[in-house]
């Protein structure tokens, strides 16, 4: 039977710390009909992402709040349902910024076409998507680790983490993963075949990551910031490299200025030991960056160098759910929804 009801969440409140499920709301809506020029897609699977948390919250980024009762953002990947654009046939799978619903619209001006012979296409979101795209950047033009350098980073069994944590092995490099709980730091070891992992729950979490670095850090890849940063920061060697990537600790805190980063000690490390401290976005890096990113990673996954662990979870409905213990670490892998199969 064809379905004749979109659905979508919209914002329906700001969160004032961690999110709850009645800052989301979920409405039915007509699905739309498209004009000349335009494609209808429906969405198959939506990827839910740190960065949301941020567009949750009036307050100045890189990119703009959301306003309440507008449709949560976010990447998917969607079929074409009907194509009134010379370069869409229906059937075609894409990769089309539609935010969190059913359906949409589209010009074709922001859609990159899927060939799910090439993998499987839940892989646009994650490992050769925009999460694996930013740990390639990150790594390897901030980090630049070096054969026999330490590469720590955080969130390692997430779709960031892991492909940096696997790419400074690939370079050489010893590869440490902070994970919370036995069961990620076991999977960061063994099948992701990190050097060491540490669980930062453990109530000695400083002193074990001590253990695991016993030549100190040289690059340190920032996912979460926080109590993982104060363990770090003395164990930085001189010209110890910080691509600063994401600070999930912080999201659902106040915000700027609430101390829990050491600025102080912060900038007397960055001047005794002459680190290089460099926040970034994934998409400001050449586009030359992401055909090689790509060709790399792909081949790197045909042939098994390259693992990754996606965290599916069925339903539209769940995604506030979904998001919610994303942020309090209930993902294991790259977390996306199952919109329509
Ligand atoms: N700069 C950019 O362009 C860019 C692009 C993409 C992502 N990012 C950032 O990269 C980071 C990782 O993103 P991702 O997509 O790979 O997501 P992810 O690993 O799936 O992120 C969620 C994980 O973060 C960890 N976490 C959450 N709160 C934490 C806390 N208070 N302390 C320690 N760990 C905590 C949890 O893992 P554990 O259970 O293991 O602690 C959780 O499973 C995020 O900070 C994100 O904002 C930045």
């Not at 001006?109 to 050769?128: F, H, I, Q």
């Not at 998507?129 to 969130?155: D, H, Q, R």
């Not at 926040?279 to 098994?304: C, M, P, S, W």
Request: with cysteine; hydrophobic share 40%.
């Amino acid at each position: 039977m064809t379905e004749k009801i979109a659905r979508q969440v919209v914002l329906a409140a700001r969160p004032h710390g961690r999110p709850q499920p009645s800052d989301f709301r979920l409405e039915e809506t007509a699905i739309p009909t498209p004009s000349a020029g335009q494609v209808l897609l429906k969405v198959r699977y939506l990827s839910l992402d740190p960065y949301m948390r941020g567009r949750m919250d009036d307050r100045k980024s890189y990119a703009k709040p959301l306003q309440l009762g507008e449709v949560m953002t976010g990447e998917t990947v969607a079929q074409v349902l009907t194509s009134h654009h010379p370069a869409y046939a229906e059937g075609d799978i894409v990769l089309a910024p539609t935010g969190w619903r059913t359906h949409a619209l589209s010009e074709g001006t922001t859609l990159r076409k899927l060939d799910p012979a090439v993998a499987p296409v839940t892989t646009g979101l994650g490992v050769l998507g925009m999460p694996g795209y930013t740990a390639y950047c990150g790594l390897n033009l901030i980090g630049k680790p070096e054969p026999g350098e330490t590469v720590v980073v955080a969130a390692a069994s997430g779709p960031v983490g892991s492909l940096v944590g696997q790419l400074a092995t690939i370079a050489g490099a010893r590869a440490v993963g902070i994970a919370g709980g036995s069961e990620k730091c076991a999977f960061v070891t063994d099948a992701l075949r990190f050097d060491a992992a540490v669980d930062h729950r453990a109530a000695d979490f400083p002193a074990q990551l001590a253990a695991a670095c016993p030549d100190g850090i040289d690059v340190y890849f920032e996912n979460v910031g926080g109590a993982i940063w104060r363990a770090v920061l003395p164990l930085l060697n001189k010209f110890a490299r910080v691509p600063v990537c994401g600070l999930i600790a912080q999201y659902n805190g106040p915000g700027k200025g609430d101390g829990i980063d050491q600025l102080p000690a912060t900038m007397h490390e960055i001047l005794s030991k002459s680190l290089t401290l460099r926040g970034f976005i994934y998409y400001e890096f050449a586009k030359q960056h992401y055909t090689d990113f790509l060709r790399e990673v792909g081949a790197g996954i045909a042939d098994g160098r390259i693992r990754y662990r996606e965290d599916i979870v069925d339903g539209l409905e769940k995604a506030p759910e979904a998001f919610i213990g994303m942020l309090d670490g209930r993902n294991f892998g790259k977390l996306i929804i199952r919109v329509d199969a």
